[in-house]
Each structure stands twice: as structure tokens, then as C-alpha cells.
């Protein structure tokens, strides 16, 4: 399986995201997962490689697959080539990016090249792909493309209307399947919750989505111990597995956490409701 975190908007937690549930999967279903970093910021590639070797010229990466399969050449070995283990979970592989993929950016690159480089990748049946994508439209459009399934992270601010929007538009264009739309660094104030419904309600009403049956999963959490990174290798921040586990279940069609579950705020353990 193939799913996209994509958004025309920066700033939204896409490779945060990105990185949490490649840990989540890895973690609760025990099945390997590949990342692809499909951004010239490469926020994917230090979350899970480390801002060391972000900064090393290491090897092949996704700008050497892309333009290979631009020159109408194969990419399979590269791509095993590019392929970087996660010192922070073995399960996780690495597809880095560099600063060279902005070398592809603009509307005469190939959408598919992604979709062809991933045809014939080293890519077993049971191992999740998960496309990190960049705001541009040339590698938001690329991922897409590519994916069999897209998420959008979305902040609760008037700038994030359009691209959220352009972004719906793309995926709808390519006609691919919305997993959900994932509000994101939000607040456990009541006000805020509010916010996110009144922002759920506005955007259900434009012409674009009404009547699409596009779900709001549970919101990412503003915890001041997503920018350190610990997590990566610790446990997640709090509020977090919950929207992990909501994007889990539109993967695969199960839950993860079966012992605890968090509806609302009453907490249900094994049958008994505690408060």
C-alpha cells in the first residue's frame, strides 16, 4: 500500500506526520515500512536519519530515481541503492532527499515518475510506503500520482483555506481516494476543539467537498515535545496514538489500540468504563 501525506500549505506538520505513522505501523502491526522524502527541505530524511547525515552526500536518493526515470532508464537499482535504514526503528527504510530535487520543480516535469520509479521497487507485499510531500505543486501532484490513498494535514488558519482546497482539487483530479483530513498542533482548550468544528462544518460546505463523504479524523496534538524529536525513539506524544490509530484503521481496517480506547473523554479498558 501506498498512502501520500500531502498539502499545498506549508507548514502543517506533513514530514511530523510522515514520521509518526511510519513508527506507529512499524511499531503495532510489526510490517516494514518505506518513507520517501519527496521534499527539498528534507524534513523526513532528518526526522528519520538524523540531521547528521542529512548534511552528508551520501548516496543515491530520490532525485537520482526521479531523473533516471526522466531519462528513460530504469531506476530499480538506484532505488535499492537509495534505500537507508532508520537508526530509530530497523522496520523503517529510508528514501532521503537533498536539495538537488528542487531541479525538478516545474510544470513540464512528468507527474508519473514517481508512480513508474515505484513499479518495478524493491517493495515487498506487506510493507506501507508512505510519500513525505513538499508544498510544490510539481512534488504534492508527484506524490499524489503516486499513492493509493492521500491524507491531508490542515491548520485551523485562514491561510490554510486555499492551498487546502487546491490541494483537495489535485487529488480529485488524479482520482484518488481521501483517506481524511488531519487538523494539526491543535490545542486540548474547549475553544479550540470548537474552532476545529466550526472549520470542519465551513469546509464540508464548499462546492468542492459537499456531499463527498471526506472524513475529519482526530486532530494531531500541540505537545512541546514534537520538536524535539525524542519521541522518534520514545513514546508518542500524548494525544497522539489516537489519531494514529483513526489514519490505522482506514489502512488496514482494524483498530491498534484494542486495549485502551479514548472516546470522548471517558476512557474504556477492557470492557470497564473508568472516568
Not at 467537498?209 to 472524513?215: A, E, N, T
Amino acid at each position: 500500500m501506498v498512502i501520500t501525506i500531502a498539502s499545498m500549505k506549508g507548514g502543517v506538520g506533513k514530514s511530523t506526520l510522515s514520521t509518526m505513522i511510519a513508527k506507529f505501523i512499524a511499531e503495532e502491526r510489526g510490517t516494514p515500512v518505506t518513507v520517501i522524502d519527496l521534499d527539498p527541505q528534507r524534513g523526513a530524511t532528518i526526522l528519520l536519519l538524523g540531521a547528521r547525515y542529512a548534511k552528508q552526500d551520501a548516496g543515491p536518493g530520490i532525485y537520482e530515481i526521479l531523473q533516471s526515470e526522466h531519462d528513460n532508464i530504469p531506476s530499480t537499482e538506484l532505488f535499492n541503492q537509495a534505500l537507508v535504514v532508520s537508526p530509530y526503528k530497523e522496520l523503517i527504510r529510508v528514501i532521503p532527499s537533498n536539495a538537488s530535487l528542487a531541479q525538478l520543480r516545474g510544470p513540464e516535469t512528468p507527474r508519473e515518475l514517481l508512480s513508474l520509479a515505484l513499479q518495478d521497487a524493491p517493495i515487498g507485499e506487506d510493507e506501507t510506503v508512505i510519500i513525505d510531500t513538499s508544498p510544490d505543486v510539481t512534488f504534492c501532484e508527484m506524490g499524489i500520482m503516486a499513492s493509493d490513498k492521500i491524507f491531508i494535514p490542515i491548520t485551523m488558519s485562514h491561510q490554510s483555506g486555499v492551498p487546502t482546497l487546491n490541494t483537495l482539487q489535485a487529488v480529485m483530479y488524479a482520482e484518488k481516494e481521501i483517506g481524511g483530513l488531519i487538523p494539526t498542533l491543535i490545542g486540548r482548550a474547549k475553544w479550540q476543539k470548537a474552532r476545529v468544528e466550526a472549520w470542519r462544518e465551513s469546509l464540508m460546505q464548499t462546492d468542492l467537498v459537499k456531499g463527498r463523504g471526506i472524513d475529519v479524523l482526530p486532530a494531531m496534538p500541540f505537545s512541546h515535545s514534537i520538536p524535539s524529536g525524542k519521541w522518534r525513539w520514545g513514546k508518542l506524544p500524548k494525544g497522539c496514538p489516537e489519531m494514529l490509530d483513526a489514519i490505522y484503521v482506514k489502512l488496514f481496517g482494524e483498530h491498534a489500540l484494542v486495549v485502551e480506547e479514548v472516546v470522548d473523554e471517558t476512557v474504556l479498558v477492557e470492557g470497564m468504563v473508568a472516568a
